[in-house]
């Protein structure tokens, strides 16, 4: 971060240290450029994809105005905000990357994209302002966003012109945006439902670019295995920033945070803190997933002995989580119930319980009315996956979780058993494990295709696997 002297330019996008800029310094920055070479725009791949999605949208809602914003920075702290990322809607209906960006769909059907120009060296802004070229960049000019995206743009204070319109307006992006219209809470609620509805059934653009996530995923998983005797000299962290490297580097980010959980943290849903030591001997539960550059998300999950090779006893549990997987892949078909794949895998792990001596009778607690092996399996085994972790979130129960699959749907399934280290109804020696199997699938006509099924998740081969990177 550049840091100057103190100043009092009055100036909106500037920081009470930055410096004062006489107006000889502004006339000097003006001049003795050359000509830039600025790439020639072309359009995405993607955009004929989203005006066709921009079109069912209007036709969903005829005559009436639409407002996606792509949301703005968050502050992280003080003047620092986190990263970027626009929200999945706005995403999947332009594309643009810009925060603030704003689609408005006007009453004829005409879809406009209102974006913050580009500063360039025709105002001072691209060297005073802390969003001009020289701080953040150079940014597509608008014309150049218009034929990459193919929808019109205009400069982002042009929408003051529509306020008091009456629209329905995606809410929770961008409450300066909300506020210029007129809106009903019913209304935008019904828009945030057709659009997560919408986006349930994945086009054949969007599965690519989400095995291009789980592909990557797989790397950045190689990438920790290789490395955990490094993670054992330090602590879940080393494979929480390994994963990351790879995140970055073929990616945008990690899709959400990544879980690195050793040993009886594995038994912590969503352990983030990831800073515990990792043992040889315990095993070490791996949940993360690589978001491409489309924004897309993988998630998956291995769980992996931290020696490279299974105890008996871990591998017996290992094994009986690895068939309820199996279990449920089997039940990944259009026209199942989205529960059944959930389903097959609690039977599988009721009566493995059962085997194991904690529960008495699978039957019993399989039963609507008791699920007791719920202590143990604790989540659901399967969500949506997309331009979101949990994608398609706003859908209404009966297109979603009481539903049935579908060609184009990609759900995860990520059955788990979590022994907490102090309960006292599990045998005292699987106290502590916890173990959860994830794989990313898409329906097809056939059943299903397994997009990480490139990562081992059978035992045996886990240890081949674990074996070949050392
Ligand atoms: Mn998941």
Known sequence: MAADESTDTPQENTA??????????????????????????????????????????????????????????????????????????????????????VLVVDASG????????????????????????????????????????????????????????????????????????ETAEDGD?????????????????????????????IKGFEDVARELPRAVETSERWAEG????????????????????????ACVLHWTDNDGPVREGELILLDMGVEGHELYTADVTRTLPVSGTWTPRQREVYDLVYRSQEAALAECRPGNAFLAPHNAAMRVLAEGLEALGI???????????????????????????????????ASRNELYRDGT?????????????????????????LRGIGIRIEDDVLITEGGHRNLSAALPRDPDGIERWMASLR
């Open 359 to 393: 529960v008495a009778s699978a039957e019993e607690v399989l039963a609507q009315d008791d699920k007791r092996y719920s202590r143990w399996t604790i989540h659901g085994v399967s969500h949506m996956l997309g331009l979101d972790v949990h994608d398609c979130a």
């Open 16 to 101: 009470s240290h930055d410096p004062q800029r006489p107006s000889k310094l502004l006339e000097f920055m003006s001049t003795g450029w050359a000509d830039l070479p600025r790439p020639q725009a072309a359009e995405h791949e993607a955009a004929p994809l989203r005006r066709e999605r921009r079109a069912r949208l209007v036709q969903q809602f005829p005559g009436e105005v639409i407002v996606v914003p792509s949301g703005g920075h968050k502050v992280r702290a003080n003047d620092t905000d986190f990263r970027f990322r626009p929200g999945s809607d706005f995403s999947w209906l332009v594309g643009s990357q810009e925060p603030d960006a």
């Open 189 to 217: 609620k019904e828009l945030a439902t057709w659009l997560s509805e919408a986006r349930l059934l994945k086009d054949d653009w969007e599965v690519e670019q989400l095995q291009a996530a789980v592909d990557a995923t």
């Open 110 to 181: 005409a879809a406009t994209l209102f974006q913050a120009p580009a500063w360039t060296r025709e105002t001072p802004a691209f060297f005073t302002d802390r969003n001009g070229e020289f701080w953040v960049g150079p940014r597509p000019s608008l014309d150049d966003v218009a034929v990459e995206l193919g929808i019109a743009t205009r400069p982002l204070e042009e929408i003051e012109k529509l306020r008091g319109s009456k629209a329905r307006v995606l809410q929770g992006y961008d409450a300066k945006v909300a506020e210029l219209f």
């Open 405 to 429: 699959l579908q060609v184009g749907h990609v759900l995860t399934v990520e059955p788990g058993l979590y022994f907490q280290a102090d309960d006292l109804l599990v045998p005292e020696d």
């Open 242 to 265: 390994v994963f990351g490297l790879r995140a970055r580097v073929e990616g945008n980010d990690v899709g959400y945070g990544s879980i690195c959980a050793a040993g009886a943290h």
